[in-house]
Structure formats: C-alpha cells, structure tokens
C-alpha cells in the first residue's frame, strides 16, 4: 500500500510540476487538450515503435527490446481480479527481459494490441491501447497497455510503460 501511496504522489508531484509557467493562460486554455492526437508521421512512427515492442514479446527477441527501450526502466503492473479489486505492483524491466524472454523456454507467448490511442507533444507521447495475451495457445488475460515515448535524435523510444492485467475479459 505504501507503494502505491508512493507512486501517486509521485505521479501528482510530476504533473504539477509540468504545467507551463505562462502568466496568462491561453484564450480558451479550458478547450485545449494537454496533448494534440498525433497524426500522420508522427502516429506511424510511434505505432512501429509498439509493433516492435509487440513482436520482441512475441519472439521473445531480447536484441529488438535493447533497440526500443530504454535501459534501467520500471513498468508498472496492475492486477484486477474478477471481483473488481486490484493492485500494483512496480518490476525491474531488465530483470523481468532477461527471465521471460528467453528464447530457450518453451513458453510460447501472443500478445496484440488494437484502437491504439497516440498523444503527442513535440518530442513526447503516449500510447494507450487494449490488448489480450494468450501463453501456450491458451487466453491468460487482457488488459489496456500504456506506452511512454521520448523522441531521440535518432527514433521513438519507449521510455516507461505499465499495462492492466484483467481477468474479467469477454
């Protein structure tokens, strides 16, 4: 529970510190978004970035992970269960790489995303998208994945990212 406390506040602490510092806010501040949907370029090259992210879990390819994402990264997990209740919990990315992806295990994974909602501000975005996930041919869960994207000088790259792990799919 501290955990969670921890990362809220840590998360409204980051928000408040990231507004603009402009002493007049904009004409019609009220119906502006925060963030514009991205559109074209932008849009396509952010979704390859989670397409490879897609086939790196589901080839288990370590090396298009090292491509994509940024090392010494934390994703966030929260679990629902049936009844509705829920929690989180933070992992160590690279640790979490190195066990599951293994290409030598003979867990076989699927996991596919759809209706991909992309926001963009200049050289940030996100990406929020439903997804399910199958291991060894068999459903195991779905969920909304939450992408993170930094735009280097070089490419997109998935800064952070967290997904929900839901049990009450239909």
């Keep these: 529970m501290k955990k969670i406390l921890f990362l809220a506040c840590i ?8 507004q ?22 932008d849009k396509k090259e952010i979704l390859a970035v989670i397409d490879q992210f897609m086939l790196a879990v589901n080839t288990k390819d370590k090396s298009i992970f090292d491509a994509i994402l940024y090392k010494g990264i934390n994703r966030i997990v929260t679990n629902i269960d049936k009844d509705g209740s829920g929690s989180s919990v933070v992992i160590d990315n690279d640790q979490s790489i190195s066990l599951r992806m293994n290409p030598k295990t003979s867990e076989q994974f699927r996991e596919r995303y759809w209706d991909a ?7 940030i975005a996100s990406v929020w998208a439903p997804y399910d996930f199958y291991l060894n041919g068999s459903f195991s869960h779905c969920g909304v994945d939450l992408f993170y994207l ?21």
């Design 11 to 18: 998360l409204k602490c980051g928000f408040l510190f990231s």
């Design 20 to 41: 603009s510092l402009s002493i007049t806010p904009p004409e019609n501040y009220s119906q502006e978004p925060f963030g514009a949907v991205a559109s074209g370029i």
């Design 117 to 123: 909602k992309v926001l963009t501000d200049g050289f």
């Design 150 to 170: 930094v735009k280097t000088d070089k490419a997109w790259k998935i800064a952070h990212f967290g997904y929900t792990r839901n049990k009450n799919c239909n």
